[in-house]
């Protein structure tokens, strides 16, 4: 795994426990403990998210302008490797 993936893959590691804490907090909006876990990974998944953008390109097209979108290599120019 290269430097990119793991960082994509640390993205998204961090939304996934930030959305799992936002689907808990919907029925225990009460937990501070929740809430700050809440907080904190959102905050690494935006971290992470900038991080990424800024070294290899929009992860979305409303990421950026759409004149940086296209200049992204596409999926399918990326090399693929079976590691």
């Known amino acids: 795994m290269n430097e ?3 960082l994509l893959r640390k993205v998204s590691t961090a939304q996934f ?3 799992e804490l936002h689907l808990y ?4 909006p009460c937990d501070t403990q929740a809430n700050e876990m809440f907080r904190k ?3 690494e998944a935006n971290s992470f998210k ?3 953008e800024h070294k290899y390109g929009p992860l979305m097209v ?3 302008n759409e004149a940086d979108w296209l200049k992204s ?3 399918w120019e990326n090399e693929r490797s079976c590691d």
């Not at 907090?25 to 225990?28: E, N």
């Open 4 to 6: 990119q993936q793991r």
């Open 17 to 19: 426990a930030a959305w």
């Open 25 to 28: 907090l919907d029925t225990h």
């Open 41 to 43: 990974y959102t905050d």
């Open 50 to 52: 900038r991080e990424y």
């Open 62 to 64: 409303s990421a950026s």
């Open 73 to 75: 290599p596409w999926p």
